[in-house]
């Protein structure tokens, strides 16, 4: 359940996120950081609790809220993203990234349809994949069980294998629909340019801002090679301009 628009706002203002609590020493400092208003400290100090304790959707959420108040909108879409995976359903949260992607000019593009985005984008990947295990587990149970029973119950077991069969092929459906995020980044700065070749010095092909999304290929030393859906751009950016939603260390965020 989402809190009162009233405790949302406060919990903007302060750095207490509506998204849980985060139970660190690093945590709670920043949150008094947010609140003095420094928001460079607080988020150094977020970084610090994400490394201490793990990814936590709240850490993420109020980490995004300070580099949006720094202005660096990149980092705090990048921040927000990675919130979504932990909690894809917080309303405060999808409401702060909408407003910075919507400041930042930096859209998400999709060929499909926004009520199958929304549908796929309900549940997060990891409730996705315990949703297939759990329906499989089940039908390999039920499949059991209505062997030995007789007639009356074995129609109740097989409605309800039906059932499992549905959210087995619903979560398997919305995997494979979803299985290119994990190749997805964010593109941190305002100057992060798309080269020809894997070089500081190569012909500049575009800048495609801060917060957009790119599809993350092959890297080449300090250089991604990535395509900005929707814009036919494609090349080579330096690392340090973009980073992976997904990382395998999701708490640096360069």
């Known amino acids: 359940m989402s809190p009162p628009p009233l405790l949302a706002a406060c ?45 936590r959707a709240a850490v993420f959420y109020n980490l995004g809220n300070s580099y949006q108040r720094l202005g660096r909108t990149g ?24 407003l910075a992607r919507k400041a930042a000019a930096a859209f998400e593009d999709s060929d499909r349809h926004p009520l199958v985005e929304v549908a796929l984008n309900y549940l997060s990947r990891n409730e996705w994949s315990w949703l297939v295990t759990g329906s499989a587990l089940a ?27 549905v959210a087995l092929a619903l979560g398997g459906s919305a995997l494979y629909l979803r ?14 340019t798309v080269r020809l070749s894997p070089f500081a010095t190569a012909e500049a092909l575009g800048t495609p801002g801060p917060g957009r999304i790119v599809r993350l290929g092959g890297q080449t030393g300090d250089f991604y090679y990535i395509e900005v859906p929707g814009a ?13 939603i997904t990382p395998e260390s999701a708490g640096n965020i360069p």
């Open 11 to 55: 919990c903007f203002l302060l750095g207490c996120s509506p998204l849980g609590a985060a139970p660190s020493a690093a945590f709670d400092q920043a949150n008094r950081q947010f609140a003095a208003g420094d928001y460079a400290a607080a988020a150094a100090a977020y970084e610090q609790a994400l490394a201490a304790d793990g990814p």
């Open 75 to 98: 980092p705090a879409i990048l921040a927000y993203e990675r919130a979504r995976l932990l909690a894809p359903r917080d309303p405060d949260l999808l409401a702060n990234l909408a």
């Open 139 to 165: 039908l390999g149970g039920l499949a059991l069980l209505g062997g030995v029973l007789r007639r009356g119950p074995r129609l109740a077991v097989g409605v309800t294998a039906g059932l499992a069969s």
């Open 179 to 192: 299985r290119a995020e994990a190749n997805q980044g964010i593109v941190l700065s305002e100057a992060a």
């Open 232 to 244: 036919n751009l494609r090349g080579w950016m330096a690392r340090k301009d973009v980073a992976a």
